[in-house]
């Protein structure tokens, strides 16, 4: 009977198959784990010598043991294999290669289910921080193009019909509210994912006295899991992130989706830099906007790995199983596309032109003025409702004549209403009416440029 050299392999009388081991192995894409699983071994071993559970000496062999693997590496000299399962397995095999029987004690006490949960938090602990700076950057971008364009009014929509004119600056910083919320998601969530479950053991917790406090200080957690069962099986923080990515990727295909709408010939409110654009291998004339259309459909993906999560946590009774495995790639892959996504898009973003003379064209189309002269009326007395009335067949009337708003003369104004006057001329223009929006909130250059400056010192104050 052949020999089971697996480092759990004491109870078993013959090997995996090899079938078996290549459909359970993760180290595939759990190996970017590697400098957290180090630095918690560690650490874990710092902790089992304050235990009395190893020595100085031992202590001292451990921990310049794991890191020569660490350096090993970094440096790509050593190569991870395939028959250690995972990055917990190759590194302790790693371990007792390089310093012998001692080794074999680094993991008294320690199970990979409260190790791999331990990783799995430091490493998105610092993913998450990653996350916000490439949001804050994005945002960045964003209030760059908005002071850039401050003076340019566009017509603003509702069921993507010409509503009322606003500033392309107020527009703009709609996502910046929008990317504001993300942050402030991402932000909760690093709260959540920052509780140490290391100590818990496989799912009782250890009979080592072991200083979790000390531990935690050690890795950098604020918090210690309060229960070692639901340490170990807990994936909430996983689902934490992966939700505040959906909305995130959300919120990107929203403005993905308007750029590449914003680009096209009909619209022709936008330039899209060559740079990320492609060309058509059929149609020579083409001019593609694929970087916006890739954002907004790799969203899809990853509300994709939300899902596979939610499904994957449901009804998986206590504690740790298998099935856990599988939330890495899910995670893996939100975090990396929306790592990608949030990169490409600040640049893209900072090589967009707008064009302002087809935004002004397009805003003196359409009507956008005409609740401003209802406004006008409501303020000569008239009561709202009828006002909207009497605008309306001013409108009607405009369009059976083929023409704008502040072409009509006042005579022909006043044959709609007695109540007009020559002041009226002032509230027809877009400015005016963009002007006229000063509420907090609102789209008025004043309340617009409140807005920026806000904007960007929370970007100051919160990457201080
Ligand atoms: N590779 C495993 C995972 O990612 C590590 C934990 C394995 N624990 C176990 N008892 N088999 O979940």
């Keep these: 009977m052949s020999k089971n050299t697996k480092l759990w392999g004491g109870r078993f009388r013959s090997p995996l198959a090899k079938s078996a081991e290549a459909f359970s192995a993760s180290i595939g894409y759990d190996a970017r784990l590697y400098p957290q699983d180090i630095m918690q071994s560690i650490a874990y071993a710092k902790t089992l010598k304050k ?12 921990i310049r043991g794991l890191e020569e693997i660490k350096r090993g590496l970094d440096s790509g000299r050593l190569h991870f294999r395939s028959e250690f399962e995972d990055v917990h397995m190759n590194i302790e095999a790693w371990l007792i290669e390089k310093v012998g029987e001692v080794g074999k004690k680094l993991h008294t006490g320690r199970s990979r289910n409260d190790q791999v949960a331990t990783d799995l938090r430091m490493y998105l602990k610092w993913e998450i921080t990653e996350t916000i700076v ?21 017509p603003g929509y509702t069921h993507l019909q010409r509503a009322q004119p606003v500033l392309l600056a107020h527009h703009l910083l709609a996502y910046f509210e929008m990317l504001q919320r993300d942050r402030e998601r991402f932000n909760q969530t690093h709260e959540r994912v920052d509780v140490m479950p290391l100590g818990s053991g496989a799912l009782s917790g250890t009979n080592f006295p072991l200083d979790r406090a000390y531990l935690a200080k050690e890795l950098g957690f604020y918090r210690i899991s309060a229960n070692s069962m639901d340490a170990v099986s807990d994936r909430d923080f996983v689902i934490d992130y992966l939700s505040a990515a959906a909305v995130l990727m959300m919120h990107l295909s929203r403005l993905a989706d308007e750029i590449i709408i914003w680009s096209s010939y009909e619209f022709g409110f936008v330039q899209i830099s060559d740079s990320f654009s492609t060309g058509s291998s059929l149609m020579p004339q083409k001019k593609n906007p694929d970087v916006a259309e890739l954002v907004r459909g790799k969203s899809g993906r990853v509300f994709g790995h939300l899902v596979s999560l939610l499904t994957l946590m449901k009804g998986l009774p206590l504690t740790y199983n298998r099935d856990l495995q599988e939330d890495k790639e899910q995670l893996f892959g939100s975090i990396d596309t929306v790592k990608s996504s949030l990169s490409i898009f600040s640049e893209m973003i900072k090589t967009i032109k707008f064009n302002q003379e087809v935004m002004g064209k397009a805003v003196k189309k359409g009507y956008l003025t005409a609740t401003d002269v209802v406004y006008y009326l409501v303020v000569q007395g008239v009561p709202f409702r009828e006002a909207h009335e009497i605008v309306g067949k001013i409108v009607n009337y405009c369009e059976e004549s083929n023409m704008e708003l502040d072409y009509i003369s006042l005579n022909q104004l006043k044959q709609f209403s007695s109540k007009f006057s020559y002041d009226v001329q002032r509230i027809l223009s877009a400015k005016a009416s963009v002007e006229a929006k000063d509420t907090i909130g609102g789209t008025s250059p004043k309340r617009v440029k409140e807005a920026l400056k806000r904007a960007r010192a929370h970007l100051l104050h919160d990457k201080a």
Excluded: C, F, P, W
Aim: charged content about 20%.
């Design 134 to 154: 490439l949001i804050t950057r994005l945002q960045a971008a964003i209030i760059d193009q908005a002071e850039q364009n401050i003076s340019v009014i566009m």
């Design 51 to 62: 235990a009395g559970i190893l020595a100085e000496a031992e202590t001292k062999k451990i």
